[in-house]
């Protein structure tokens, strides 16, 4: 049996790609949930200025949580253990479920853009992914090559190119949900607010590839959120209470 791991120093060339795709991302949520409370605070009439508060609040929250996730990533990142025998492939990593793919459940084995790999087994969920900071990463390549050939991809996949459209598409709703007074707007963006959260939720849970911990969060988090959105647009409309942020109340 042949064993690969995480090269020394992968994850630190991980790191910026993370950060480059994160940043953006965390701008966006940041930026929107000011402009909530900004909306709030007009409808509040209040004289106190907040904000020399709010936005070091926001940055030490937001530079704490990803030095937390950064800290977390790598002990995850550097568990990850590759195991290849005479008729099946293992991934193993921390908090994780163990995923096994046979040679012979092997659908396609693709070389992405980025150098990594991803095998797909004969469902959705057995999917391995191969981060191109493995070791012995051109014997890892050959190996896999004589399991089955492989299709390389010179493109970003549709997934990632999407990841910034569906966020921005979510924020925008986010927004609606909270700042707009039109029930009509505020019902149809609740509702695909909601379609979004519950898929992700579902997808999420179901994924062999996300840790335990990432897991729980994201179904507090989603949980919360869809609870609180939806009992906010019954009392507007079974309970005729007004919208729009200061004045759900």
């Given amino acids: 049996m042949e064993q690969f791991k995480i090269r020394q120093g992968g994850f630190n060339e991980l790191r ?40 070091p609040m926001a940055l ?25 025998s005479d008729d099946s492939i293992v991934r193993e990593q921390t908090n994780t479920p163990t995923i096994k793919i046979a040679f012979s459940d092997v659908n396609e084995i693709i070389k992405n ?10 469902t959705a969920l057995d999917v391995i992914g191969i981060p191109a900071q493995i070791d012995n ?26 990841t910034l459209p569906i966020t921005l598409a979510t924020a925008a709703l986010m927004a609606t949900v909270y700042l707009a007074t039109n029930k009509i707007l505020v019902g149809i963006s609740g509702i695909l607010l909601t379609g979004i959260l519950i898929y992700s939720f579902i997808q999420i849970q179901r994924s062999k590839n996300i840790d335990k911990k990432n897991k729980t969060s994201k179904l507090l988090g989603n949980s919360c959120f ?11 409309f079974c309970m005729n209470k007004p919208l729009g942020v200061g004045t759900r109340n």
């Fill in 16 to 55: 910026k790609q993370m950060l480059a795709k994160k940043i953006p991302l965390v701008v966006i949520a940041v930026a929107v949930g000011l402009a909530i409370f900004q909306f709030s605070a007009n409808n509040q009439n209040s004289n106190v200025n907040v904000w020399p508060y709010i936005i």
């Fill in 60 to 84: 030490l929250s937001v530079g704490f949580g990803l030095y937390r996730g950064m800290n977390r990533q790598r002990k995850l990142f550097e568990s990850y253990t590759l195991s290849i």
């Fill in 113 to 122: 853009s980025n150098g990594s790999f991803t095998i797909k087994g004969r």
């Fill in 137 to 162: 990463y051109e014997h890892l390549e050959t190996t896999l090559n004589f399991i089955r050939p492989l299709n390389v991809f010179t493109k970003q996949a549709a997934s990632q190119k999407l």
């Fill in 226 to 236: 869809v609870f609180y959105n939806w009992n906010n647009d019954f009392q507007a």
